[in-house]
């Protein structure tokens, strides 16, 4: 007679409600960010644009709570940790008065699902085509300034960020990158030096399939290999468990770029309030960072 369930949206913070079948009656039990007032959060609505193809994709588009519409600061997220849920980071910036494009993208894989050259290369292709459109119809509506534009990416994305920036870096002001991956040889290598049997015990596909890309191909996809051409300024964030952001770091400082990095403390297996305290830090170098570049 009772149902628990949680609701959530782009638009709102998940709530814990309770649905009372003999009452017909929906009750809150608790909310995921109570101190998050409705009149703070941004405006929430779908973005449509067209990829190289001719595909059209349908992001998701974030506004600032003051109704600001017009050459905005911008950034693009590509962020793994929500799908069309309730995007904590999303509503965080755009609280700051940043419009803010979670572009979608022509594939339905991961970073993880990858098992071949052919198939990196057009993952890759497809996420830089979705920035570009994206970014290219919030210019033309004016809503975004196209000298005030950063791309963020969390995860996975840290990677795609970076490799934007390599590829279309006049359309950006400034990269973050967070727990990224940017060396797919160390990677490899990594995965080679378990052996055989720890190697294709992983579950991910990338790491598993490690046989079937040759070094060139790795190096010639991996934005620790572009130092130059990341000619922006790069906030990285992340713990160096697997050496990942001081090669990116080594990289960038000796092409003599403008490159910070902020490392949290390494959570693994560790409580809620580590992690906890991580996501604060994360969010408050991000803003700071963007404020000296983008000028909020």
Not at 146 to 167: D, F, H, K, Q, W
Request: proline share 4%.
């Amino acid at each position: 007679t009772k149902v628990l369930f949680e609701a959530r949206a782009p638009s709102r913070p998940p709530v814990l409600a309770l649905f009372d079948v003999a009452q017909s009656s929906i009750a809150t039990l608790a909310e995921l960010y109570p101190e998050v007032a409705e009149n703070t959060l941004g405006s929430v609505s779908g973005h449509l644009s067209a990829d190289a193809s001719g595909a059209t994709l349908a992001g998701m588009l974030v506004l600032p709570p003051s109704g600001e519409a017009v050459n905005l600061p911008t950034i693009i997220l590509n962020d793994t940790r929500t799908g069309l849920r309730f995007d904590e980071m999303a509503h965080f910036l755009a609280s700051h008065g940043y419009a803010v494009l979670r572009p979608d993208v022509r594939t339905a894989k991961g970073f993880g699902d990858l098992s071949g050259m052919g198939e990196l290369a057009d993952w890759v292709a497809a996420y830089q085509d979705s920035v570009a459109s994206g970014l290219n119809e919030l210019i033309a509506n004016g809503i975004a300034d196209p000298e005030r534009v950063c791309i963020i990416g969390t995860g996975e994305n840290g990677y795609t960020a970076l490799m934007s920036v390599v590829n279309s870096s006049d359309a950006f002001q400034c990269a973050i990158a967070v727990k990224g991956v940017y060396d797919l040889q160390e990677l490899v290598d990594n995965a080679r030096s378990l052996g055989s049997d720890a190697g294709y015990a992983f579950s991910n596909p990338f790491i598993r399939n490690h046989d079937f890309f040759a070094e060139a191909d790795l190096e010639q996809f991996s934005p620790v290999n572009y130092g130059e051409a990341i000619n922006v300024p790069v906030l990285l964030i992340g713990f160096d468990r697997d050496g990942q952001v001081a090669s990116m770091e080594s990289a960038l400082e000796s092409a003599d770029q403008d490159v910070e990095y902020v490392e949290l403390e390494d959570n693994w297996q560790r409580p809620a309030d580590a992690r906890a305290e991580n996501k604060t830090t994360e969010y408050l170098e991000i803003e700071r960072f963007l404020a000296a570049q983008l000028g909020r």
